[in-house]
């Protein structure tokens, strides 16, 4: 285990490595009472997901962050080998915004029989098979199926999640509905650069002119949020869709106005829970993005 000094409320971030080690660095604290929050991520860390941590800090007396690129998430090989892994920068994130426990553990910690792949599966409804389901196919099993096992080691008593990764939030309230697990789970807002892009560890990947393209993604969500009462649905996503495809090396996968539990169309501007999201490739990675309306 390595003490690193925390420039924040004297806090000692502690980091560890084993499900053993954790254990024994958590239970003391539990039984003493203290509530404790997970905030999972994958790393390369910025301000939207110290957004969450500092949630978390004000639900919880415990912050604990996880820190692992899931493989059982990935479709495609390619992602996840080039997933940025800056790891002095996240410890250094970590320390600075007071966060107490930061859990790194390698895949054969997480995942013993690693390649082999263990056996999950649950019904986590219709939800699962739309949007990011349909373009990365068992996605949200391998999503549930990590976050399960981090819940199961940190037994939180609250989780903090991103409104940004909308569909992956759905999918883990329906986990936690399904296998009945006692665990909150807080949703944060959408943290964004100042000129609209959603902050996302895969932006980095951007060329100087990706960055500039990608703007097209926000700006095709505030239009429909700023127009929504004004134009009908279809010339809502007509209108957008034809904006995005103007841009160069923008691929859009989806671009849709749906229901916030469903996340199917929504046929009508009086439904309520309405939501728009999007995905779209620009230049070699892809994002994703949403906003509610209602
Ligand atoms: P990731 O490391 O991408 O798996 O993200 C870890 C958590 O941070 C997820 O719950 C994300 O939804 C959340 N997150 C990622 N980007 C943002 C953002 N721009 N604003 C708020 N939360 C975010």
């Given at each position: 285990m390595l003490?690193?000094?925390?420039?924040?409320q004297n806090t000692i971030l502690k980091v560890i490595a084993t499900l053993a080690e954790l254990q024994s660095s958590l239970t003391p604290l539990k039984t003493s009472g203290l509530k404790i929050a997970l905030v999972p991520t994958m790393g390369a860390l910025h301000q939207g997901h110290l957004?969450?941590?500092?949630?978390?800090?004000?639900?919880?007396?415990i912050v604990v962050c996880s820190i692992f690129v899931n493989p059982t998430q990935f479709t495609d090989p390619k992602d996840l080998e080039k997933?940025?892994?800056?790891?002095?920068?996240?410890?250094?994130?970590?320390?600075?915004a007071g966060c107490n426990f930061v859990?790194?553990?390698?895949?054969?910690?997480m995942y013993p029989s690693y390649p082999t792949p263990e056996q999950w599966k649950i019904d986590l409804g219709e939800a699962e098979f739309v949007l990011e389901g349909e373009f990365r196919k068992g996605h949200y099993q391998g999503v549930t199926q990590i976050v399960f096992k981090l819940f199961d080691a940190v037994k939180p008593d609250v989780a903090m999640f991103g409104?940004?990764?909308?569909?992956?939030?759905?999918?883990?309230?329906?986990?936690?509905?399904?296998?009945d697990l006692d665990v909150q789970i807080a949703v944060c807002p959408i943290i964004r650069e100042a000129d609209g892009l959603a902050m996302s560890s895969r932006n980095i990947h951007l060329s100087?002119?990706?960055?500039?393209?990608?703007?097209?993604?926000?700006?095709?969500?505030?239009?429909?949020?700023?127009?929504?009462?004004?134009?009908?649905?279809?010339?809502?996503?007509?209108?957008?869709k034809a904006m995005i495809n103007t841009v160069p090396g923008v691929e859009l996968d989806y671009l849709t106005i749906a229901n916030g539990d469903t996340l199917l169309p929504v046929e009508q501007k009086s439904e309520q829970n309405t939501m728009v999201l999007v995905a779209a490739k620009v230049g070699q990675t892809r994002l994703i993005d949403n906003i509610i309306i209602n």
């Open positions: 003490n690193l000094a925390a420039s924040k957004s969450l941590i500092a949630e978390a800090q004000k639900l919880a007396d997933y940025p892994r800056p790891l002095e920068h996240d410890i250094k994130m970590l320390t600075e859990f790194m553990p390698s895949v054969k910690e409104q940004k990764d909308f569909q992956q939030v759905l999918m883990i309230k329906n986990m936690v509905k399904v296998l100087q002119s990706d960055r500039e393209h990608a703007l097209v993604l926000s700006k095709a969500l505030f239009y429909i949020e700023v127009n929504y009462n004004r134009l009908e649905l279809d010339q809502l996503l007509e209108e957008t």
